[in-house]
């Protein structure tokens, strides 16, 4: 499991219904994070990627889109021609458990919404959730307490909102740098605790599975 390269991935949407779209989708790896931003039309800062990437160790690269259909198409092809077939697992919080989870589901229905193909047929994927539920104790249950409490406040420069909920307003209200430093450092997050995750943890205590498609 562990010789898997880990690809933290996460979404931002306008809310939870399924009627509701995507705004944001976002992957981090070694070498920096690749953010996809659906802007539903309106224009972006012309130096937004340039702003971001100011105080960051590692690259951020902003894909801008106009709506949530070349969004995801856009995504697909990133991951068509950079993730598949490589020795990669994404990992999310709260992403899609055996009893639910969010991401991966809301993913689902925008892709049929809009007739496209599943994009991660032959990736793995592990819930770090469930690893920080069972076999760490914390107080908090928000993928910022869990972080802030075993690893600490190092991102919290980075990231302009005290809680993810601002982040449909920041969309709402066109700042979409706030917007993207908040899932940047949200992202950023995850793979950490996956790494934190994979130093104390056995193989056993994770749940890998397939995101083959059937068909």
Same mark, same amino acid.
């Given at each position: 499991?562990?010789?898997?390269?880990?690809?933290?991935?996460?979404?931002?949407?306008?809310?939870?219904?399924?009627?509701?779209?995507?705004?944001?989708?976002?992957?981090?790896?070694?070498?920096?994070?690749?953010?996809?931003?659906?802007?539903?039309?309106?224009?972006?800062?012309?130096?937004?990627?340039?702003?971001?990437?100011?105080?960051?160790?590692?690259?951020?690269?902003?894909?801008?889109?106009?709506?949530?259909?070349?969004?995801?198409?856009?995504?697909?092809?990133?991951?068509?021609?950079?993730?598949?077939?490589?020795?990669?697992? !994404? @990992?999310? $919080? &709260?992403?899609?458990?055996?009893?639910?989870?969010?991401? %991966?589901?809301? #993913?689902?229905? *925008?892709? /049929?919404?809009?007739?496209?193909?599943?994009?991660?047929?032959?990736?793995?994927?592990?819930?770090?959730?469930?690893?920080?539920?069972?076999?760490?104790?914390?107080?908090?249950?928000?993928?910022?307490?869990?972080?802030?409490?075993?690893?600490?406040?190092?991102?919290?420069?980075?990231?302009?909102?005290?809680?993810?909920?601002?982040?449909?307003?920041?969309?709402?209200?066109?700042?979409?740098?706030? !917007? @993207?430093? $908040? &899932?940047?450092?949200?992202?950023?997050?995850?793979?950490? %605790?996956?790494? #934190?995750?994979? *130093?104390? /943890?056995?193989?056993?205590?994770?749940?890998?599975?397939?995101?083959?498609?059937?068909?």
């Amino acid at each position: 499991m562990t010789e898997l390269d880990t690809i933290a991935f996460d979404i931002e949407t306008t809310g939870f219904h399924m009627d509701d779209q995507l705004t944001v989708v976002r992957f981090d790896a070694d070498i920096g994070s690749r953010i996809f931003l659906n802007t539903d039309g309106r224009a972006p800062p012309p130096n937004l990627e340039a702003r971001v990437n100011e105080e960051l160790a590692t690259a951020v690269s902003i894909s801008v889109q106009q709506t949530e259909r070349t969004l995801l198409s856009e995504m697909d092809a990133f991951v068509e021609s950079t993730l598949t077939h490589q020795d990669v697992k !994404l @990992v999310a $919080h &709260n992403g899609e458990r055996w009893n639910g989870g969010f991401d %991966l589901p809301f #993913l689902r229905t *925008r892709l /049929c919404y809009h007739d496209i193909d599943w994009p991660f047929a032959e990736l793995s994927y592990i819930d770090a959730m469930d690893v920080f539920e069972t076999r760490f104790n914390t107080s908090g249950d928000t993928l910022t307490a869990v972080y802030e409490e075993l690893i600490g406040s190092g991102l919290t420069g980075l990231d302009p909102f005290v809680d993810s909920e601002e982040a449909v307003g920041a969309w709402e209200e066109e700042d979409f740098e706030s !917007l @993207v430093r $908040h &899932n940047v450092a949200d992202i950023r997050r995850t793979r950490a %605790l996956m790494r #934190l995750a994979e *130093r104390y /943890c056995s193989k056993s205590d994770f749940s890998m599975k397939s995101l083959d498609p059937v068909a």
